[in-house]
């Protein structure tokens, strides 16, 4: 439930920015290889060494999944799954299905990675102990899931319009039983 | 130039301290307003002549710059020798060619590399500039100036990238001698530079052609001899000049932000009468607006010189060495031991030293081996020429600003194939005024 209009104008916006984190995210990680703006080439993408540096309970699955037959799939998978996500919160299309697969891929994302040491990471850009902006961001989607944002705005209303309204055709259109 | 190992280390001190804190160009050059990654994997080119310096190119190619998929050459045992240097490299293998008309229509190439003699660079640059194909062209632009134009005119036609192979321009020694000592304005006024390439050695080359029955008459080579040793003729080279000079003078077209008006030459086959075509000894000197000389000489008879630029400024005497070192006097000074206090700030090093040691390379470009030096200002030449070609196919893909264009390397090909007139001439002559400015 929607207490304000400012609550609700500000979890569209909050949904907006984790879309457009998503989508850039994922459209990147296609189009490598590639070259950076300075003219430096940028190498393919791959997951292999996030997997393969994997911390936490689930890291040995993790390094599993790396070393398998799986890695190429996962390669070209994560930035697509990635790009669906990014656009289905941008558009507000589907948003229910692209916030579970923001929580999804980010529980993910986390799990790989969990900050246990409490030291700065190599290329690392601040300090974490087992909060870190991935858990962050893993929560304001579950927020997003949980608030029902596709009744405030997006392609989603208009997709609703439209099925309700051929609800009501079939319902007309039903034949009188007691006729 | 000969140093004493005290004066080595105070010059190299000083140019230390004056160019603290200049971030090298390359990068900075390389920025552009585009935001985000640029599409496409390495530039795929093709090398069109892999004798000696297009193998020095092949060498400094990266894998993550470009992917050479085809070379051509007349001379088969130079392919070979190429091979080696690809695999060296990284490189996969690339298809081989004899003829290069052939490999530029066959192959789906983007950009090509051209280190053939002169005589051929404005013929084969302009067809692939033609087939559009981006274009590394070796120096000296061309054997004649109106080569060099129709170059010039045929990039900007075409919109393709077209670069000529100064190697100093992608030099760190060179970029930061010009923004930390000359651009700053360490040196005071300058009126002088000495341009010198001595050497003890006949330029005359010796080996035997690939096969007993190898002939090169049909690429326009009556023997083996006039391909071997193109150099020694003028149909196909325009000598020292060219070869040396031209590289000097554009550096000192560069530090001086001009091009010299006229030059004065002299010199002669003096020691090598064997049937060459073209000088062993050359003096010229090119005079530049503003009363600025630069008096070049080149010499096969002796390498006590070896090869250097000196910029001799009012206040203070920039000494760039063998393209590796560096070294900074104050005028003035009771000795030119000693030292300067530096006109230059010295910055933070948030942009990366401009310089870092390194006693890598094993000669210099005269080919004298390389002594150590704790003060650090020695670099591997070599490294500019892997930035060059980086810098090529950063241009290709990102549009990245070329460091050495036609409109730059036009200034310095049109004074040198004029000072080759002035020397035969024993004359001065006046050197077509703006010639890098025109269209």
Not at chain 2, 65 to 82: G, K, T
Not at chain 2, 198 to 206: E, I
């Amino acid at each position: 439930m929607i207490a304000t209009r400012g609550q609700g104008v500000a979890l569209v916006v909050l949904r907006t920015l984790l879309g457009w984190h998503f989508l850039y995210e994922g459209y990147y990680k296609l189009v490598l290889p590639a070259w950076s703006p300075a003219g430096a080439p940028l190498a393919a993408w791959s997951a292999g060494g996030y997997l393969r540096g994997a911390t936490g309970p689930l890291a040995p699955v993790f390094r599993t999944l790396a070393a398998s037959g799986l890695a190429g799939w996962i390669d070209l998978a994560v930035p697509i799954a990635l790009v669906l996500v990014g656009l289905s919160l941008i558009l507000g299309l589907f948003t229910r299905r692209g916030c579970q697969g923001a929580v999804l891929l980010l529980a993910l994302f986390y799990l790989a990675a969990i900050p246990l040491d409490g030291v700065p990471r190599p290329g690392a850009e601040g300090t974490y102990l087992l909060v870190n902006k991935t858990l962050v961001e893993l929560a304001a989607a579950v927020v997003l899931l949980t608030s029902r944002t596709e009744t405030i705005a997006g392609l989603d209303l208009l997709r609703g319009r439209r099925v309700r309204a051929a609800q009501r055709r079939d319902l007309v259109d039903q034949p009188k039983v007691n006729a | 130039m000969h140093l004493t190992p005290e004066e080595q280390a105070t010059g190299r001190r000083n140019f230390l301290r004056a160019v603290a804190g200049v971030p090298v160009l390359a990068g900075l050059g390389a920025a552009s307003l585009a935001r985000g990654p640029i599409a496409g994997g390495p530039v795929r080119i093709g090398y069109i002549g892999v004798g000696g310096e297009g193998r020095v190119l092949l060498g400094g190619t990266d894998p993550a710059y470009a992917h050479v998929v085809a070379m051509a050459d007349i001379n088969p045992a130079q392919l070979a020798l190429a091979d080696a240097v690809l695999e060296k490299g990284g490189h996969g293998k690339a298809t081989h060619y004899a003829e290069w008309r052939e490999m530029i229509q066959k192959e789906a190439l983007e950009g090509i590399v051209i280190a053939t003699p002169l005589w051929m660079h404005t013929e084969i640059t302009i067809a692939c500039l033609e087939a559009g194909l981006h274009v590394l062209c070796e120096k000296m632009m061309a054997w004649d100036i109106e080569g060099c134009e129709r170059m010039r005119a045929t990039a900007r036609r075409t919109g393709k990238v077209l670069e000529i192979g100064y190697q100093r321009n992608y030099n760190t020694v060179y970029q930061a001698a010009h923004e930390g000592i000359v651009k700053a304005g360490v040196l005071g006024d300058v009126f002088m530079a000495r341009l010198a390439w001595h050497r003890n050695g006949n330029w005359r080359r010796t080996g035997d052609p690939p096969a007993a029955n190898y002939d090169p008459s049909k690429w326009g080579y009556p023997t083996w001899e006039h391909l071997l040793n193109w150099r020694l003729y003028k149909k196909y080279s325009r000598g020292l000049l060219a070869e040396l000079a031209s590289h000097q003078v554009n550096v000192s077209n560069w530090f001086f932000q001009a091009e010299p008006e006229a030059v004065i030459g002299t010199g002669g086959i003096y020691r090598f009468k064997d049937g060459r075509e073209v000088d062993d000894h050359i003096y010229a000197t090119f005079e530049y607006p503003g009363g600025r000389s630069a008096v070049f000489s080149t010499v096969e008879s002796n390498a006590f010189e070896r090869n250097y630029e000196v910029f001799y400024g009012t206040r203070g005497t920039l000494l760039l060495q063998g393209e590796s070192e560096a070294y900074l006097f104050e005028e003035g000074a009771a000795t030119p031991a000693a030292a300067r206090p530096t006109g230059v700030e010295v910055q933070p090093k948030a942009g990366g030293p401009a310089l870092s040691a390194s006693e890598s390379r094993a000669a210099d470009a005269a080919g004298r081996a390389a002594t150590g030096s704790a003060a650090g200002v020695n670099l591997d030449r070599l490294a500019a020429y892997r930035a060059e070609v980086s810098g090529f196919c950063s241009a290709v893909r990102t549009g990245a600003p070329l460091l050495c264009g036609p409109d730059r390397a036009i200034g310095s090909a049109i004074a040198c194939i004029t000072a080759v007139d002035a020397v035969a001439g024993k004359t001065r002559l006046p050197i077509r005024v703006g010639a890098a400015a025109q269209s």
